[in-house]
């Protein structure tokens, strides 16, 4: 059993390009997350899903989209990608929001040049 | 913000010590969950408390909880060399914000 699967694992953008991030979770989840890790800052939320059609802003999403157009994959975007959004990208998921165990993906690493 | 803030920042022990770390947080809670990240990987759930649990145990895991002081600890008993480690606390909260929030962590190397 995959559990959550990001693709890709690693990717080097310029300034102004654009990208998606894919997660895609195998375990049935309502929640799906997107979070970024940067030193000394911990994870913080970017976007979030409590079901298929639905997403919602966390605590940094300027800067990105989403989308979750099927339950099992929920989608990052950068539109214009800048230098500080260069972190580590992680997908989550879990039955139920905030209540229950967190599953997550072994994450991106993305680099803006 | 972040509500949890894990203390200290990092931690190094023997091998067969014990280690533990703190986590203290702002707000009303529904629960309190350690997580696992070793280098360059996602993060493993470790433990789940709920706010009107005091104590629990998972295997060599010790989870304290006292909601009067805004804080929890994480005790590892027996540490082996396995256990370096980022370990995280994460808040689920109660009301309408119901997200998992993550502290920055504590680092801790085990040395063989």
């Known amino acids: 059993n995959a559990g959550v699967t990001q693709t890709p694992k690693f990717r080097v953008l310029k300034t102004g390009q654009s990208m998606t991030l894919l997660c895609a979770q195998d375990m049935n989840h309502e929640y799906m997350y997107w979070y970024r890790q940067d030193p000394g800052m911990g994870l913080r939320l970017i976007h979030y899903s409590v079901g298929e059609g639905t997403t919602a802003k966390g605590e940094v999403p300027d800067g990105y989209n989403v989308s979750r157009l099927k339950k099992q994959n929920f989608l990052l975007g950068l539109e214009s990608a800048a230098p500080s959004q260069t972190s580590v990208y992680f997908c989550a998921s879990s039955y139920q929001e905030a209540l229950t165990e967190a599953f997550f993906g072994q994450g991106t690493r993305l680099t803006v040049v | 913000s972040q509500q949890g803030e894990e203390d200290p920042q990092a931690l190094s022990i023997q091998e067969g010590e014990n280690a533990t770390m703190n986590c203290s947080y702002k707000t009303s809670i529904n629960n309190l969950q350690w997580y696992r990240q070793n280098s360059g990987r996602g993060l493993v759930h470790l433990i789940l408390?709920?706010?009107?649990?005091r104590e629990k145990h998972s295997g060599r895991l010790r989870v304290t909880l006292d909601t009067s002081k805004k804080s929890s600890s994480l005790l590892i008993t027996a540490s082996r060399a396995a256990d370096t480690a980022s370990y995280f606390c994460a808040t689920g909260l109660s009301g309408s914000a119901r997200q998992l929030t993550f502290g920055s962590g504590t680092q801790l190397t085990v040395l063989p």
């Open positions: 408390i709920r706010s009107n649990e």
